[in-house]
């Protein structure tokens, strides 16, 4: 079982990579995955997306076929969206447009974080429109890790003692939930009723 967790954010040593980093911690210590990967966004590491990526274009394939590998390899995801302005930031809505067999039929965990009372909006927003195409299958169960700053730090004394518990503890059953969810999905994918080139686009 292998997990891929995408940190959406722009921002070197952001909020949303030590929620990565403290989910990746619970993948493994809870025996939720056997491996994991992180992909962070800061920085904005991919170009935007145009049209030769379908082309076979050598410079998209130089950049995108060892992520392919990494993504194809996993049987989840945790994706982490940060709210930049009400909206899921740029470079994770454009990292949606890159994949379409990767990500299909794979379970995903969508992980909002804000620093006081929002991350409604991404959560909302990833699925309305970053699933069609490539066919990721997010969960009902979402998180939002609000007033971030206060919670899951390696430093107790950091920490707001009883949000810090309350999210521990609802991102280990948010992940236990994640795991049942690989492994039924991929009995989906096993049986084959999902391999289509015809109808390889959602409506």
């Known amino acids: 079982m ?4 995408i940190s959406g954010s722009h921002r070197q ?9 403290h989910i990746e911690q619970s993948l493994l ?10 992909f962070s966004l800061a920085g ?5 997306w145009d049209e030769s990526i379908w082309d076979g274009d050598a410079e ?4 995108l076929d060892p992520l392919s590998k990494e993504l194809s390899s996993c049987d989840g995801f945790v994706i982490i969206a940060p709210e930049y302005h009400g909206q899921v930031p740029a470079a994770l809505k454009n990292f949606f447009l890159m994949w379409k067999h990767e990500l299909s039929h794979k379970p995903a965990l969508i992980v909002g974080v804000s620093s006081a009372d929002g991350g409604s909006y991404p959560v909302a927003e990833l699925r309305m429109s970053s699933y069609k195409n490539n066919k990721l299958c997010y969960m009902p169960e979402h998180l939002i890790i609000r007033h971030v700053e206060s919670v899951l730090n390696d430093d107790p ?3 707001k003692a009883d949000a810090d518990a309350y ?3 609802r991102i280990n059953w948010a992940l236990a939930q994640l795991k049942e969810y690989a492994i039924a999905l991929k009995q989906v994918r096993d049986s084959g009723v999902t391999q289509t080139d015809k109808f390889g686009n959602g409506m």
């Open 2 to 5: 292998k997990i891929a967790i």
């Open 60 to 63: 998209w394939k130089a950049i």
């Open 44 to 48: 904005n590491p991919l170009p935007l």
């Open 167 to 169: 999210f521990r503890e």
């Open 157 to 159: 004394a950091d920490n």
């Open 29 to 38: 210590n809870n025996h939720f995955a056997d491996d994991t990967w992180i």
């Open 13 to 21: 040593n952001s909020q949303s990579m030590k929620v990565a980093k």
